[in-house]
């Protein structure tokens, strides 16, 4: 069993930044890729970002590519988002999730609960 619990969320200006953090608990060793996804209201979940252990190869949605970067802290079990440039739409609950598989798109066995990123214009 694995815990995530997302942080770092908040209220921004467009232009500002914001590093979210996930701190795991449990089985992580087994967990090869972690990655960030997000829903904003009324809209589906999307895939925003995700590291593969293996290379440690990174993984971005076209949406985000060149102003999010996803880290991975491997001795403190913690998953980073660093935001730069936000935008409102990038106004949304963001989870965290982890899996034993090597596709960022998932199927991840884990997910947090969510922390909320508001950007106003």
């Known amino acids: 069993q694995v815990q995530l619990v997302e942080s770092g969320g908040g209220l921004v200006q467009a232009g500002d930044s914001l590093r979210l953090s996930c701190a795991a608990s449990?089985?992580?060793?087994?967990?090869?890729?972690m990655g960030w996804f997000r829903q904003a209201p009324g809209k589906e979940r999307e895939f925003v970002a995700a590291?593969?252990?293996?290379?440690?190869?990174?993984y971005y949605a076209d949406s985000v590519k060149g102003r999010f970067t996803i880290s991975r802290d491997n001795a403190k079990n913690t998953l980073y988002l660093e935001m730069n440039s936000l935008k409102p739409d990038d106004t949304a609950v963001y989870y965290c999730?982890?899996?034993?598989?090597?596709?960022?798109?998932?199927?991840?066995?884990?997910r947090g609960q969510g922390t909320q990123v508001t950007v106003s214009s």
């Open positions: 999730a982890a899996g034993s598989g090597s596709d960022p798109l998932g199927p991840y066995d884990y």
């Open positions: 449990g089985r992580t060793f087994s967990m090869t890729a």
């Open positions: 590291i593969i252990r293996v290379g440690i190869r990174r």
